[in-house]
């Protein structure tokens, strides 16, 4: 094993992305989310326009003081320019605070309604998706990704309006000044607005990975500390902070690059602007008295702050660009997940059907993954209604993926699966589910009181079907014996229950709903002797009255069962009674010796996987 | 990922500080020393463009009091060099500041994250719950990341502010005094307002921070859980029970941004009032004949060189105090000693 390699592959495999042409078709996408909040987009387009005229007002009534009042002797107007001033300022702030509050606000909803797109796909993924897809990846999606949008939306209407309009009222004034002075103010704004769009263009790629890397990180010493028992004892430890420290010489190249790109390209429109200022100051000035042209002192001021104020709404353009392209990035991978096909759905025809009996058969099962590796191969098996089978198998028999394909969370290959002699293709699946009852190999509770927990599959549950499916699960009187009972809080924040604790809350879930069918995956395997006999009892009750499949791992399980089932590669080798399989001296009889003689209560399925 | 663990350090922040800025500093200066020289270039670039950068305004005034109000072309022919010169050092000082600054900050942070990785090799966690761990893996993460931050923005900008206030205030005395104090006079009141609304946007910002971890947590949870939410049919509670948490940080956001869309407004009507102040004293100043018109136009420009730098300033001392903490935190692990070592692997035994 390996324990950097993953971690380097991955950051090495980062490359800077920048394409404009591609993103076309997100930005459309995302132009969608807006259609709901046209009068906002409105109102903030108008509001940038009254923006940027107040924004030109105070420049101009500073020109007219140099002008008038000091060195055309107008003392009485000063008071005048000066309350402008004030009030075109104190218009321009109140107009500003509206424009960012409503452009962070469309921001906010626009997020929102991508987000709750993303979860309610998520809601109707199929399992193989998630069997690819780590639940890390995914919620980094819905936020850091989103974090990048956001960054954009906040800003970008207000920004584009702000360009727009600038360059056309700065102009426009500029040129009815002098329009020769105004072609030499024009001259350094597209180099500019070129070294600034490199300047973001370029370096936030960059940050995007140097995020990404950090991220990675984080999961690599969480993976670190909770894996530290295995890291230990095959002395993975160099290894370990070598590729660390590979990792991090990564992020310190990608952030000195970022760095060189930035000590270049942010000083520079600066320099350029300021020597432009200079050339008009000449021009003007050469103008005046060489050619005896019009120009006063104030104006040659006024272009020079003009300029000045032009080269914001530009530069705020380029970083608009910048934003956009990790904007990009991130709209791409939430909606790459949006676009997942679902695989498994409702057929057309689909009915809400009651099981009653409870049998279940396969008919030439098939079953393998979308890399066309067979997991189980031509299966064909009939179960009685009531009737409790113990499924056995290695690791990668196919033994969870048979009990998966029953609540159809994976559709069979080829092949069909009856309920009732019903296919189960013909139930609507929300109902198909609904009367199976699952009991997961993952012990996982919801943060949220046992009560919760224990009615999730029926919310409404009464108080009694809760208590009773406690009993049935021989939870009760460890529930009772909390302070607080049933509504004693589970989950991240809450008390830390025991794994065979947690187990038998996920048996009482599973019964609540009182389902004909039952699927087990009892892999809870290292308990102490009392628990573990508190569990098997609880596992007996769940199963009373109903089709059961367990995969089972305690030999008192197994024994108890109807029949055996042993697979192996896909196939079932083994199939009947315990003393049927007594009888017959095969794989089964061998474990059960072995596991016999030894005395123990090591699980039998675990035997060859660990 | 990163969402819950941020809430741990914004939390973490709250805490009391129990050792010396002093002390952090100079154990902070250890890992800088493999750098010394790369930090005195940065110090000197960064005086220097500043320097550079004030003198632009004031070539400015030359050009408009002494050119283009007389008429002497032939000025032009000294001062267009020579504006070239400020102006190309100017770039050329700034370029080697942030590049210097660039490697410093990464180099040591690395070097500090490094050092807690190995640390971290021989702690035994087994007695910390599983909180606890989260927080613990935030430290090599989040503060070394808030330390990389501070150093790369905000002790540059210490440097590249307090340079430019001084340098403009020195300008601005030695232009003209009496202007100098009347521009100067409504600089306390506009940093006492920018620090109190920066610090309620801070706040703000804080608890949509907080809502946002809320958020990831929930789905975080839906998503482990995803497979039992399909089980029991519960799609649509579950998919009602996100939106609810959306709606909550949607209004913690609003909120949020109703005070830092007030940020931006209030800075520019305080600067605005400073204009309006010069101006008003300043054409009287130019009437009396006690300043030129060029002084006049060095003024207003000399003001936008100090009044953002100020306001950032103000803004640093924020990420200084976080960046403290979080070193400190860093030192902390770094500290810690090992109560219980593991035996050597070869010796060690694995209990079931």
């Known amino acids: 094993m390996s324990v950097e390699k993953p971690l380097l592959e991955y950051i090495y495999s980062l490359k800077p992305k920048k394409s404009f042409s591609e993103s076309v078709i997100a930005f459309k996408r995302l132009i969608k989310y807006h259609k709901r909040y046209i009068p906002i987009i409105i109102l903030t387009i108008t509001l940038s326009l009254v923006r940027t005229y107040l924004f030109v007002l105070e420049p101009l009534y500073t020109s007219q003081i140099i002008d008038e009042v000091l060195i055309g002797g107008k003392q009485d107007r000063l008071l005048e320019y000066l309350m402008l001033i004030l009030l075109t300022g104190a218009g321009f702030a109140a107009v500003n605070f509206f424009v960012n509050y409503l452009n962070g606000l469309l921001a906010l909803f626009i997020i929102r309604d991508i987000r709750s797109d993303y979860y309610a796909s998520l809601q109707s993924k199929s399992f193989s998706f998630y069997d690819s897809m780590p639940v890390g990846d995914l919620v980094s999606r819905a936020t850091t990704d989103l974090q990048a949008v956001d960054a954009f939306l906040r800003t970008w209407i207000s920004i584009l309006c702000n360009a727009v309009f600038s360059v056309i009222v700065f102009f426009s004034i500029m040129y009815s000044v002098s329009p020769s002075m105004t072609l030499i103010s024009i001259l350094p704004m597209p180099l500019i607005f070129y070294f600034t769009t490199r300047l973001w263009v370029d370096t936030m790629p960059l940050f995007r990975i140097m995020q990404l890397i950090l991220g990675r990180l984080s999961s690599y010493i969480q993976q670190n500390i909770v894996g530290m028992k295995t890291v230990r004892i095959f002395r993975r430890e160099k290894d370990m902070v070598e590729g660390f420290k590979k990792a991090e010489q990564k992020f310190v190249e990608t952030a000195i690059m970022a760095g060189r790109i930035q000590s270049i390209y942010m000083p520079l429109p600066t320099a350029i602007l300021t020597l432009s200022i200079a050339m008009v100051y000449v021009y003007a000035t050469v103008s005046i008295f060489n050619f005896g042209a019009a120009i006063t002192v104030g104006s040659i001021i006024l272009f020079a702050r003009y300029m000045m104020r032009l080269s914001f709404p530009l530069r705020d353009l380029s970083m608009l660009l910048g934003n956009w392209i990790n904007a990009y990035?991130?709209?791409?991978?939430?909606?790459?997940?949006?676009?997942?096909?679902?695989?498994?759905?409702?057929?057309?025809?689909?009915?809400?059907?009651?099981?009653?009996?409870?049998?279940?058969?396969?008919?030439?099962?098939?079953?393998?993954?979308?890399?066309?590796?067979?997991?189980?191969?031509?299966?064909?098996?009939?179960?009685?209604?009531?009737?409790?089978?113990?499924?056995?198998?290695?690791?990668?028999?196919?033994?969870?993926?048979?009990?998966?394909?029953?609540?159809?969370?994976?559709?069979?290959?080829?092949?069909?699966?009856?309920?009732?002699?019903?296919?189960?293709?013909?139930?609507?699946?929300?109902?198909?589910?609904?009367q199976i009852g699952i009991v997961p190999q993952d012990v996982f509770l919801f943060s949220g009181t046992i009560r919760d927990n224990i009615a999730f599959g029926k919310p409404d549950a009464s108080m009694e079907e809760v208590v009773k499916a406690a009993e049935l699960a021989k939870i009760r009187d460890f529930i009772e014996s909390l302070p607080d009972g049933y509504d004693t809080f589970v989950g991240e924040r809450g008390v830390t229950l025991s794994g065979g604790q947690r187990q038998r809350i996920t048996?009482?879930?599973?019964?609540?709903?009182?389902?004909?069918?039952?699927?087990?995956?009892?892999?809870?395997?290292?308990?102490?002797?009392?628990?573990?006999?508190?569990?098997?009892?609880?596992?007996?009750?769940?199963?009373?009255?109903?089709?059961?499949?367990?995969?089972?791992?305690?030999?008192?399980?197994?024994?108890?069962?109807?029949?055996?089932?042993?697979?192996?590669?896909?196939?079932?080798?083994?199939?009947?009674?315990?003393?049927?399989?007594?009888?017959?001296?095969?794989?089964?009889?061998?474990?059960y010796e072995t596991q016999f003689l030894s005395k123990s209560e090591t699980p039998l399925a675990e035997v060859d996987s660990e | 990922m990163s969402g819950p663990w941020r809430a741990f350090s914004a939390q973490e922040e709250e805490r009391k500080r129990t050792v010396s800025d002093k002390v952090l500093i100079r154990r902070l200066y250890n890992y800088v020393k493999p750098f010394k020289k790369n930090l005195i270039i940065a110090i000197i670039a960064i005086i220097l463009s500043s320097l550079t950068g004030l003198m632009a305004p004031y070539m400015h005034k030359i050009a408009?009091?002494?050119?283009?109000?007389?008429?002497?072309?032939?000025?032009?022919?000294?001062?267009?060099?020579?504006?070239a010169i400020v102006v190309l050092c100017n770039f050329l000082f700034q370029h080697i500041q942030i590049f210097q600054m660039r490697i410093i900050g990464e180099n040591v942070v690395s070097a500090i994250r490094d050092e807690i990785m190995e640390k971290l090799q021989f702690i035994s966690l087994r007695y910390f719950s599983e909180s606890e761990i989260g927080r613990i893996i935030s430290r090599p993460i989040n503060d070394a990341n808030n330390l990389r931050i501070f150093l790369r923005m905000g002790f540059t900008s210490i440097l590249v502010?307090?340079?430019?206030?001084?340098?403009?205030?020195?300008?601005?005395?030695?232009?003209?005094?009496?202007?100098?104090?009347?521009?100067?006079?409504?600089?306390?009141?506009?940093?006492?307002?920018?620090?109190?609304?920066?610090?309620?946007?801070r706040r703000a910002y804080r608890k949509t921070l907080s809502t946002l971890a809320g958020l990831t947590a929930r789905m975080q949870e839906d998503i482990s859980g995803i497979k039992i939410i399909q089980s029991f049919v519960q799609e649509e509670r579950a998919k009602k029970r996100f939106d609810e948490t959306q709606e909550e940080n949607v209004k913690a956001n609003k909120n949020a941004l109703l005070v830092s869309s007030l940020y931006q407004p209030v800075v520019i009507m305080v600067r605005i009032i400073g204009t309006i102040i010069i101006l008003w004293h300043g054409s009287v100043f130019v009437a009396n004949g006690a300043i030129t018109v060029g002084t006049l136009v060095a003024f207003i420009e000399y003001q936008f060189a100090y009044f953002m730098p100020l306001i950032d300033l103000v803004n640093v001392s924020d990420q200084y105090n976080s960046a403290m903490a979080a070193v400190e935190r860093l030192f902390d692990l770094i500290d810690a000693k090992i109560e219980v070592v593991d035996p050597p692997p070869e010796i060690a035994v694995e209990l079931k």
Not at chain 1, 382 to 397: F, M, R
Request: charged share 25%.
């Open chain 2, 161 to 201: 502010d307090t340079s430019s206030i001084l340098g403009a205030f020195i300008i601005m005395f030695m232009l003209d005094l009496e202007l100098a104090l009347i521009a100067l006079s409504f600089v306390p009141l506009a940093i006492i307002i920018v620090w109190i609304l920066g610090k309620y946007s």
């Open chain 1, 329 to 434: 990035a991130g709209l791409e991978r939430i909606f790459e997940v949006i676009d997942t096909p679902v695989s498994v759905e409702d057929a057309p025809d689909a009915e809400e059907i009651i099981i009653r009996e409870g049998s279940v058969e396969f008919q030439n099962v098939t079953f393998q993954y979308a890399n066309g590796r067979p997991v189980l191969k031509n299966l064909s098996f009939k179960v009685n209604p009531g009737e409790k089978i113990a499924i056995l198998g290695a690791t990668g028999s196919g033994k969870s993926t048979l009990i998966n394909l029953i609540p159809r969370f994976y559709d069979a290959t080829s092949g069909r699966i009856l309920i009732d002699g019903i296919d189960i293709r013909k139930f609507k699946l929300s109902c198909l589910r609904r």
């Open chain 2, 64 to 83: 408009i009091d002494q050119i283009i109000q007389t008429g002497e072309l032939i000025n032009f022919l000294w001062w267009i060099p020579l504006f």
């Open chain 1, 507 to 591: 048996i009482a879930r599973a019964i609540l709903t009182d389902p004909k069918i039952l699927i087990m995956d009892d892999s809870l395997s290292f308990v102490d002797a009392k628990t573990e006999h508190e569990i098997q009892t609880a596992i007996e009750e769940a199963m009373r009255g109903r089709t059961t499949f367990i995969i089972a791992q305690r030999l008192s399980t197994i024994r108890n069962a109807d029949r055996i089932m042993v697979l192996e590669d896909g196939e079932i080798v083994e199939f009947g009674t315990h003393e049927e399989l007594m009888a017959r001296s095969g794989i089964y009889r061998k474990i």
